[in-house]
């Protein structure tokens, strides 16, 4: 990468931190166009529980990677860094700035870091996890996890099915940890990045803004938008887009394994512990310019800071 690299901003956080509303108002001033990274905004009726922009918000400023697929197809990284390179290339052809923002910052690692080459899922493998969680949970399967590959079992929630099946299942098939096939990636993009992040100057003002937005997801409908995905005779709580945060507390009340109030609570908890792990990754990376998301001039610094670096 060097300065003549075209442009591109990264802008992070964890979740509940003002991202797309800072995204909104760079683009007011500056020559931007919007690819969003997260791994559930991918999915087509997924609007409520994920924050989705409004269309008039979509309408304002071109956004990329929301509604690309179906719920009942599977998406990675390993994608979402190849659609994410086409839009950019496609993005700076048009003479303006890509702007990628979100949370889903495994996606941020495989656009910056590029990828290992993982193989491919094995469904016999998969299904036989599934059936020995089913029996013993997936915290059993996370301390053999934590056995074989400690660097991966420190960065997965014991409940993590999906990342713990992964894991293993990449160990089961090459037979060395994926954390260590993970390190071998180091294909850059060609841009010159800026990397900005919101993050809460007070953990405790996060938690009650996850609170809040979540009880407002509640009453903008968000129990009748995973009703009607759960009626789809395709879908199952065991699809990637159905583990999503708040989408798999909800179903388990629909299926009457919660009550409402535990469901909620659920689903609190849930998002509180994602934003711990957002952090905590974001924190460990270098070269972000973080700012304060409670800041009411955050906008106004994020901007001089954008439109400062383009002009260099």
Same mark, same amino acid.
């Given at each position: 990468?060097?300065?003549?690299d075209p442009?591109?901003?990264?802008?992070?956080g964890?979740?509940a931190t003002?991202?797309?509303?800072? /995204?909104?108002a760079? /683009?007011?001033?500056?020559?931007i166009?919007?690819?969003?990274?997260?791994?559930?905004m991918?999915?087509r009726g997924?609007?409520?529980g994920?924050a989705?922009?409004?269309p008039?918000?979509? %309408?304002?400023?071109?956004?990329?990677?929301i509604d690309i697929?179906d719920?009942a197809?599977?998406?990675?990284?390993?994608?979402?860094?190849e659609?994410a @390179?086409?839009?950019? #290339? $496609?993005?700076t052809?048009?003479?303006?700035?890509?702007? @990628?923002?979100g949370?889903?910052l495994?996606?941020?690692?495989?656009?910056t870091?590029?990828?290992?080459p993982?193989?491919? =899922?094995?469904a016999?493998?998969?299904?036989a996890l599934?059936?020995? =969680?089913g029996?013993?949970?997936?915290?059993a399967?996370? %301390?053999?996890? =934590?056995?074989?590959?400690p660097?991966?079992?420190?960065?997965?929630?014991?409940?993590d099915?999906?990342?713990i099946q992964r894991a @293993? +299942?990449?160990?089961?098939v090459?037979g060395?940890?994926?954390s260590?096939?993970?390190? #071998? $990636?180091?294909?850059?993009?060609?841009?010159?990045?800026?990397?900005?992040?919101? @993050?809460?100057?007070?953990?405790?003002?996060l938690h009650?803004r996850? =609170?809040?937005?979540?009880e407002?997801?509640?009453? /903008?409908?968000?129990i009748d +938008?995973?009703?009607?995905?759960? $009626?789809?005779?395709?879908?199952s %709580?065991?699809h990637?887009?159905? *583990?999503?945060?708040g989408?798999?507390?909800i179903w388990?009340?629909l299926d009457g394994?919660?009550?409402? +109030?535990e469901?909620?609570?659920?689903?609190?908890?849930?998002t *509180?512990?994602?934003?711990?792990r957002?952090?905590?990754?974001l924190?460990g990376? #270098?070269?972000i310019r973080?700012?304060?998301? %409670?800041d009411p001039?955050?906008?106004?610094?994020?901007?001089?800071?954008a439109?400062?670096?383009?002009?260099?």
């Open positions: 990468m060097n300065r003549a442009p591109a901003i990264l802008l992070m964890p979740t003002g991202k797309s509303d800072a /995204a909104l760079l /683009a007011a001033h500056l020559p166009e919007i690819i969003s990274v997260d791994s559930a991918i999915y997924m609007d409520i994920t989705k922009p409004t008039a918000e979509r %309408a304002a400023v071109p956004h990329h990677l697929l719920p197809e599977s998406y990675s990284a390993a994608r979402f860094r659609d @390179l086409a839009t950019m #290339q $496609a993005i052809e048009r003479g303006r700035v890509p702007l @990628l923002v949370g889903t495994l996606y941020f690692r495989a656009l870091r590029g990828l290992a993982l193989p491919s =899922a094995d016999e493998y998969r299904a599934e059936r020995e =969680a029996d013993s949970g997936w915290p399967l996370h %301390a053999r996890l =934590a056995e074989i590959d660097e991966a079992a420190n960065r997965v929630h014991p409940n099915a999906q990342r @293993l +299942e990449v160990h089961h090459t060395e940890p994926m260590a096939q993970l390190r #071998q $990636a180091h294909a850059a993009p060609p841009y010159r990045l800026l990397r900005l992040a919101l @993050l809460p100057a007070s953990r405790v003002e009650e996850i =609170a809040a937005r979540f407002t997801m509640i009453d /903008a409908g968000f +938008e995973v009703a009607a995905l759960r $009626a789809r005779p395709d879908l %709580a065991a990637p887009s159905m *583990r999503a945060v989408y798999r507390q388990a009340w394994q919660r009550t409402r +109030e469901a909620i609570r659920d689903g609190i908890v849930a *509180r512990r994602y934003a711990k957002q952090m905590t990754w924190r990376e #270098q070269g973080s700012f304060d998301a %409670a001039g955050v906008h106004d610094r994020l901007y001089r800071t439109s400062g670096w383009l002009e260099k």
